[in-house]
T-cell receptor
């Protein structure tokens, strides 16, 4: 059973556009939702994270929107750049200290 | 910062041999480290949770006798792939969580290493 569903699988956006990636979860015990960026052959790097008591968090060009009632959260990348081309993973975690559960990933390509 | 290193970054071995991968937290102490495996164009799959000074907890379907995990200190965890076979070829990634009680410790953030590419011939 997949606990975190991510879509789309791939995304092509023009330079300067907005990239939107969506995730949905089922386990209401999840209380921490990070987004990671991964380049080929590298480990994931934390982009931004949110807790369910907040509906939105913004850091630079990256924004997380969180809808607790719908059990959904999304990543918005404003003014997308070719350097943003990477694979993005949403994740969720339940009890503190436990491992992250990852979505299947979204490959983003930003055309110049 | 919070830097996690892995060694080696890549390794090629013959089928039947054992390979050890090290995961180190360079500038913080980590009571908990996690080991993930990632196949090409797929997501990260949790293999095991490693707590310093105790036995690792393995996810369902992961053979604990094949993937030996040792977390002997607050800065080092090792994963040994025993009797490796071609199907074990994958990208192995560790992550670490800062120990509670330290500055910034006990937080949600998990810091990932750069990964180790294992190829078994």
């Amino acid at each position: 059973q997949q606990q975190v569903k991510q879509s789309p699988q791939s995304l092509i956006v023009q330079k300067g556009g907005i990239s939107i990636i969506n995730c949905a979860y089922e386990n209401t015990a999840f209380d921490y939702f990070p987004w990671y960026q991964q380049f080929p052959g590298k480990g994931p790097a934390l982009l931004i994270a949110i807790r369910p008591d907040v509906s939105e968090k913004k850091e630079g060009r990256f924004t997380i929107s969180f809808n607790k009632s719908a059990k959904q959260f999304s990543l918005h990348i404003m003014d997308s750049q070719p350097g943003d081309s990477a694979t993005y993973f949403c994740a969720a975690r339940g009890q503190a200290g436990t491992a992250l559960i990852f979505g299947k990933g979204t490959t983003l390509s930003v055309s110049s | 910062g919070a830097v996690v290193s892995q060694h080696p970054s890549w390794v090629i071995c013959k089928s039947g041999t054992s390979v050890k991968i090290e995961c180190r937290s360079l500038d913080f102490q980590a009571t908990t480290m996690f080991w993930y495996r990632q196949f090409p164009k797929q997501s990260l799959m949790l293999m095991a949770t490693s707590n310093e000074g105790s036995k690792a907890t393995y996810e369902q379907g992961v053979e604990k006798d094949k993937f030996l995990i040792n977390h002997a200190s607050l800065t080092l965890s090792t994963l040994t792939v025993t009797s490796a076979h071609p199907e074990d070829s994958s990208f192995y990634i560790c992550s670490a969580r800062k120990a509670p009680g330290l500055a910034g410790g006990g937080t949600d953030t998990q810091y990932f290493g750069p990964g180790t590419r294992l190829t078994v011939l």
